[in-house]
């Protein structure tokens, strides 16, 4: 579907799922994106009328990360599930503030719980 202020059509939130393992030492870390969920990624940045460092740094990614992401290198598995289950609208922004801030760094969740 296309957005009538941008005429970006909004990504399909499964595609980013279709991404295929990369072997390396711990053989799930990272995972290379498809040529698909690139363009599907970059679709949202630009529906979202954000530039990548904007983009990026909600799931905790500088902007240099973030473009080379976007041209194919391999993401970080647990980055790849904060895309989906935002695109799935799991979580929001505030969510991703909320870890993302140094209260809950300086022991506001214990390990254990």
Same mark, same amino acid.
């Given at each position: 579907?296309?957005?009538?202020?941008?005429?970006?059509?909004a990504p399909d939130p499964n595609a980013v799922?279709?991404?295929?393992a990369?072997?390396?030492?711990d053989q799930f870390t990272l995972r290379r994106i498809t040529a698909r969920d690139q363009h599907l990624i970059c679709?949202?940045?630009?529906?979202?009328?954000?530039? $990548?460092? $904007?983009f990026w740094r909600r799931f905790g990614v500088t902007?240099? $990360?973030?473009?080379r992401f976007e041209r194919g290198r391999p993401v970080p598995l647990a980055v790849l599930m904060l895309?989906?289950?935002y695109l799935l609208h799991s979580i929001d922004?505030?969510?991703l503030q909320?870890?993302?801030?140094?209260?809950?760094?300086a022991g506001g969740v214990s390990p254990g719980a």
């Open positions: 579907m296309k957005n009538k202020t941008s005429g970006y059509a799922c279709d991404a295929a990369v072997k390396t030492a679709d949202l940045r630009h529906v979202m009328r954000e530039n $990548q460092t $904007q902007q240099t $990360q973030g473009s895309i989906r289950l922004d505030r969510d909320q870890v993302g801030c140094a209260q809950f760094d």
